[in-house]
């Protein structure tokens, strides 16, 4: 058997940003038997955290909050957790009894590197053995390795690991990094990879990883997690990693039990919630973006991979590695504020709609199922037609209107013949110049914060009637959303534009948004629904 590599899971630790720790106690037992029946060489536990401990989490406040999930504990395996180098008071560290863990795994910044690695020295005093992570390794140059180098070499941990933060490495740059920290740390400190999945390499970056050092005299460790689990694009799994060793390399892990494992307690994470490679976490390893960046800009904003990116590049590169959501706000409000002189425009609409009825069309079921009531109240009333985010089949619309650029490029795309003949407005977030028979109109001029999902289509559209001085609107197809994505849309290929499934929260705002609008407007415009809706 192949002593040269070792195998570190890290689920319960790197999965633990996707679940908030909370892993629960029999997963948390079942997870740690299955890596230690299946040889796995190293487990990583969860996380020592500042905070009183709460049952069936992975972030400890001492080593004794894990006894209660070690079964059988073996002497193959080393049991360790992970602190963040400024963020765990090591007086709170007991000395090393040998009934939880074995290690800690410290993990620092680039520009912190000395301080973290001083912490090892206390922490080797308290008896346990210390493993780093170099964060961002790819951000380091030569020189700087060979600076960590010598510092890794005075500490003398167990290991050093390379890590690939951004998912941001090719192959060129992972060569580069062996090669520096191969040749000036000493060989008998282990290096170790953790990568992350942005780019859809992190399997390969990771056999590239031993392939460079198995002819080498140095040991080498190799991170992975079940299914990848991890933040964002989530991490090497370990079940493609072990099976890959043992045929190429001629470890003993046993993938049988593994298999199990993942059988019996991954199967409720994978349904419930979302990790691995997607276009937004691409996008940050493009970047070197930190994957908060990108978490916040799609929760908080729904917003597109285009305007990620977009937001993204707006940054320096050293923002692009934090998150400062502050900042981060500022660049989006920047995106969206494409400012337009839209006077013209809006003299136009006032033309179009002053002291008219308007019938608002929007995507909800309703306009399919209702429809004899929505023709009927158009032969009565004779409105003027809006479609809203969408061209709506069996409807002569005057006017589509586009607050979001997917639903734009959408129409465009699939409705080319109907989008090209209809006269368009679209606000400015989507494009600053328009189009023949399109009329741009500032998007800050339609949207008022204080709601995360404030940028609401049917909104949006009933502030600028407001604007334009249109007197009667009519609703339809403003249904409210369903738990289930294609009970809500009539056209169930429509993109999504409101990741998270948070149905009931956004149908709460909407409502909130649509109050707040009545009574701006109760003077001066009259709301009626044509079809059911969550907000009649």
């Not at 500042?50 to 999930?69: I, R």
């Not at 140095?218 to 299914?227: A, E, K, Q, T, Y």
């Not at 009970?487 to 109050?515: A, R, V």
């Amino acid at each position: 058997m192949n002593k040269k590599i070792q195998m570190l899971d890290c689920t319960l630790r790197d999965g633990a940003y996707i679940v908030n720790s909370r892993f629960g106690v029999p997963a948390i037992k079942g997870i740690i038997k299955k890596l230690q029946d299946a040889n796995i060489d190293i487990i990583e536990c969860g996380w020592l955290k500042d905070k009183s401990y709460e049952s069936g989490t992975t972030f400890y406040h001492v080593p004794s909050d894990l006894e209660q999930y070690l079964i059988d504990k073996n002497n193959y395996s080393t049991y360790v957790a992970m602190i963040d180098w400024d963020r765990y008071n090591l007086d709170n560290l007991p000395i090393y009894d040998g009934k939880s863990i074995d290690a800690i795994r410290v993990v620092f910044p680039k520009e912190k590197f000395r301080e973290g690695i001083a912490l090892g020295a206390q922490i080797k005093a308290k008896g346990y053995k210390v493993y780093f992570q170099a964060a961002n390794t790819l951000g380091y140059t030569d020189e700087e390795l060979i600076a960590l180098a010598e510092e890794i070499n005075k500490a003398h941990p167990v290991c050093l690991s390379i890590v690939d933060t951004f998912g941001a490495m090719y192959n060129e740059d992972l060569a580069r990094i062996i090669g520096v920290l191969d040749r000036y740390v000493d060989k008998d400190i282990k290096l170790g990879f953790h990568s992350h999945n942005n780019q859809q390499l992190s399997f390969s970056l990771s056999i590239q990883f031993v392939e460079s050092l198995i002819q080498s005299d140095r040991m080498m460790i190799v991170d992975g997690s079940l299914c990848g689990m991890g933040r964002g694009a989530g991490n090497t799994t370990t079940e493609l990693m072990i099976n890959y060793l043992n045929r190429k390399h001629n470890t003993n892990y046993d993938v049988n039990v593994i298999m199990d494992a993942i059988d019996m307690y991954m199967g409720y994470f994978l349904e419930n919630y979302q990790w691995g490679y997607s276009i937004p976490y691409l996008i940050s390893g493009f970047y070197c973006a930190h994957v908060n960046n990108i978490a916040y800009l799609i929760n908080d904003h729904r917003t597109n991979s285009i305007g990620i990116k977009n937001v993204i590049e707006s940054l320096s590169p050293d923002d692009r590695k934090k998150y400062d959501y502050d900042l981060l706000e500022q660049k989006y409000i920047d995106y969206q504020s494409r400012v337009v002189d839209d006077e013209k425009a809006l003299s136009e609409l006032k033309r179009v709609f002053y002291d008219r009825s308007v019938l608002l069309i929007m995507p909800g079921k309703s306009i399919v199922n209702e429809k004899e009531k929505i023709d009927s109240y158009i032969a009565k009333n004779d409105p003027v037609i809006i479609g809203v985010n969408c061209v709506a089949s069996g409807y002569d619309c005057d006017y589509l209107f586009f607050s979001n650029t997917l639903r734009y490029d959408y129409a465009k795309e699939i409705f080319r013949d109907k989008f090209a003949e209809k006269k368009r407005i679209v606000t400015s977030n989507i494009k600053t110049g328009a189009d023949a028979k399109e009329i741009v109109v500032n998007f800050n001029l339609l949207v008022k914060r204080g709601w995360e999902h404030f940028d609401n289509a049917g909104i949006m559209c009933l502030r600028l009637l407001n604007k334009v001085h249109a007197t009667h609107i009519a609703l339809a197809g403003f249904d409210g959303f369903e738990d289930e994505y294609d009970e809500s849309y009539y056209d169930t290929s429509l993109p999504p534009i409101n990741p998270g499934k948070k149905w009931e929260e956004l149908n709460e705002e909407i409502k909130s948004m649509l109050e707040d609008y009545k009574k701006t407007t109760s003077d001066t415009i009259t709301l009626e629904f044509v079809t059911d809706s969550k907000f009649a």
